[in-house]
Antibody, heavy 117, light 110 residues
Framework: QEQLVQSGAEVKKPGASVKVSCKAS????????MHWVRQAPGQGLEWMGIINPSGGSTNYAQKFQGRVTMTRDTSTSTVDMELSSLRSEDTAVYYC??????????WGQGTTVTVSS | QSALTQPRSVSGSPGQSVTISCTGT?????????VSWYQQHPGKAPKLMIY???KRPSGVPDRFSGSKSGNTASLTISGLQAEDEADYYC??????????FGGGTKLTVL
């Protein structure tokens, strides 16, 4: 069955960078775009950006431009999201999610990123 | 890109119907038939309930339905059940490679 498995929780200091991985299985990796979504504690969902696993093209939400980089590795069916210059407001659960007909039909389990000095 | 506007909370009794609205602009909700809805229980990943405004993925009960009029999309849940108590989010296409979420609505089943 289609599945997205994310890397484990991270604790980072302010100013550092974090990379979260998302490994896809059970479907053709290059056939579906992938999104990253985050959710701060007690807050709503926030769209961060999208990557085309086939060609690698990306687009990021304006809020994250200059701080986020999304990449993919077709040999391992993995997409990565790296967020730099971390601050306390970046503490959140980060999700990858597969795009299906402009909806998000398969979600990773979430990765908790804590930014604390 | 500003977040879509949803009511912070709605409530209903078991068996009743509730409707959650999601208001955007002609650049997102009103411009495309690509609105989706998600259910999220505490501590869980969101679950797709509706896509393309009104289509249900397999396995989603037909108690859940979606619609759109102008710049506002709506999710209606009929025959409310206790397990429907959750947070609900709308999500819209907003142009090539651009998307936007609503702020979320907490549904309480009384």
């Amino acid at each position: 069955q289609e599945q997205l498995v994310q890397s484990g929780a991270e604790v980072k200091k302010p100013g550092a960078s974090v990379k979260v991985s998302c490994k896809a299985s059970g479907y053709i990796f290059t056939s579906y775009y992938m999104h990253w979504v985050r959710q701060a504690p007690g807050q709503g969902l926030e769209w961060m950006g999208i990557i085309n696993p086939s060609g690698g093209s990306t687009n990021y939400a304006q809020k994250f431009q200059g701080r986020v980089t999304m990449t993919r590795d077709t040999s391992t069916s993995t997409v990565d999201m790296e967020l730099s210059s971390l601050r306390s407001e970046d503490t959140a659960v980060y999700y990858c999610a597969r795009d299906y007909m402009y909806g998000l039909d398969v979600w990773g389990q979430g990765t908790t990123v804590t930014v604390s000095s | 890109q500003s977040a879509l506007t949803q009511p912070r909370s709605v409530s209903g009794s078991p068996g009743q119907s509730v409707t959650i609205s999601c208001t955007g602009t002609s650049s997102d909700v009103g411009g495309y038939n690509y609105v989706s809805w998600y259910q999220q229980h505490p501590g869980k990943a969101p679950k797709l309930m509706i896509y393309d405004v009104s289509k249900r993925p397999s396995g989603v009960p037909d108690r859940f339905s979606g619609s759109k009029s102008g710049n506002t999309a709506s999710l209606t849940i009929s025959g409310l059940q206790a397990e429907d108590e959750a947070d609900y989010y709308c999500f819209s296409y907003a142009g090539t490679y651009t998307r936007v979420f609503g702020g979320g609505t907490k549904l309480t089943v009384l």
